[in-house]
């Protein structure tokens, strides 16, 4: 079953790495949706400095929902995910590994960027490795949850925007446990709690959402 | 004397054809009794209830906003019910009812969001502020949006059936952790929000009002789902 889920793994990256750009425009989504807030709000400092948690957690939210709708479209056009329903690996840990290369392809890129990120918005120091560990623990878990919506938009006329309204509100947890981190040890509080309820939500989330996303496959592929 | 005569038989009604003359008979005795209910109750609220100590007449929305609110959260465990009875057994009826269910219960928690607001103007001052429980409502608001506009845009019945029961299951698991940590989110942002908490003593008949509100709300969430289900039934079959 390792064997399966790490040859899809490796073969869901190499073809991200034929078509560079699709992860690059995630990425740079990122980056300019957080240079947009100093734009619009004002470049004073001290309000750079309490915004910048919620303004880059909300920024990979974004980023990571909108590179959601691919994690199954290519394999849907060309007829491989049918083969892959028909195939004896079990659907979940397909599921599973191609929600690890999603974010292997466009969460881990956010865990290590947002530092910058953080550096533009006058973030103090010690916040960075807190902000990164709350990255690295939650934006697995948008991929996992994301799955589930993506499979179920699978084909359908406007599903981007469908997928939004989906996916959303599920990520709302993951928004205020991991904001919430960085801003506990901003107060100068352990943010431990936060970090172990992420990596709680990330460890149930592995565990049940790839049956769900296996169940809407079925349902869409039908 | 036999087992047999005594056993219900549970399955009966779940075929549309059976179960459509039912729905018309469930239909209006609920939406009598709703219609009386709502009388009595907001008679008993509006009439016989005492004007609040310290929220003067502004209080007696809570007739209204509260039964919303109960109705809103119960009516979305009850649709996650029947589409976890339609995903397992592949009843259609079941299906049927969480749909029906699915707009009755947007339309409480809308309406609950609403008298909130129109109630925390002239208590608070403010038409909307942050608080846990505001917030968890406006997050069940977008997760019935979601469960609608999922089921709208796909065209063949059997998968739209299907993949929105999916959906509201993934919610109803969700809505507790969604609870919890918006009300964890809010003890971080302490300072920004009023408490909810109301003065524990509450007058008989203000509690009278407020559950005969409830029934009135429950009647009329069976008569209007009822009523729906006819409607799905009529269209499919």
Known sequence: ?222 | MTTQTQNIRWFWFSSPATFYPLAGTIAWVAGVLAAALTLAGLYVGFVVAPTDATQGEAYRIIYIHVAAAWMSMFLYVVMAFWAAVGLAMNVRLAFVLARAIAPTGALFTFIALWTGSLWGKPTWGTWWVWDARLTSELILLFLYFGYLALQASIDERRRSDRASALLALVGVVNVPIIYYSVQWWNTLHQGASVSLTRSPSMAKTMLLGMLLMALAFWAYSIAVVMIRARCEIRENE
């Open chain 1, 1 to 222: 079953m390792l064997g399966i889920a790490r040859t899809l793994v490796a073969r869901d990256l190499l073809l991200a790495m034929r078509r560079k750009s699709d992860v690059a425009t995630a990425l740079l989504f990122f980056v300019i949706v957080a240079s947009l807030f100093p734009l619009g709000i004002g470049a004073e400092p001290n309000q750079l400095r309490a915004i910048a948690p919620g303004v880059i957690w909300v920024a990979a939210l974004l980023s990571s929902m909108l590179s959601l709708s691919r994690l199954f479209a290519g394999d849907h056009a060309d007829g491989t995910l049918e083969q892959m329903l028909l195939g004896a690996a079990p659907l979940g840990v397909v599921v599973a590994a191609k929600a690890f290369a999603h974010w292997l392809v466009s969460g881990l890129p956010l865990v290590l960027i947002a530092p910058v990120i953080a550096l533009q918005y006058d973030v103090a120091g010690p916040l960075y490795g807190v902000l990164a560990l709350s990255l690295l623990l939650g934006t697995p878990i948008l991929s996992i949850i994301g799955a589930i919506g993506a499979a179920l938009t699978l084909g359908l006329r406007g599903g981007g925007v469908l997928l939004s309204l989906l996916v959303l509100p599920l990520y709302v947890p993951v928004l205020i446990m991991g904001a919430g981190a960085v801003e506990m040890a901003g107060a100068g509080l352990a943010p431990d709690g936060q970090l172990l309820l992420l990596g709680a939500l990330l460890v149930v989330a592995a565990a049940f959402a790839p049956w769900a996303t296996a169940a809407a496959l079925r349902i869409s592929m039908e």
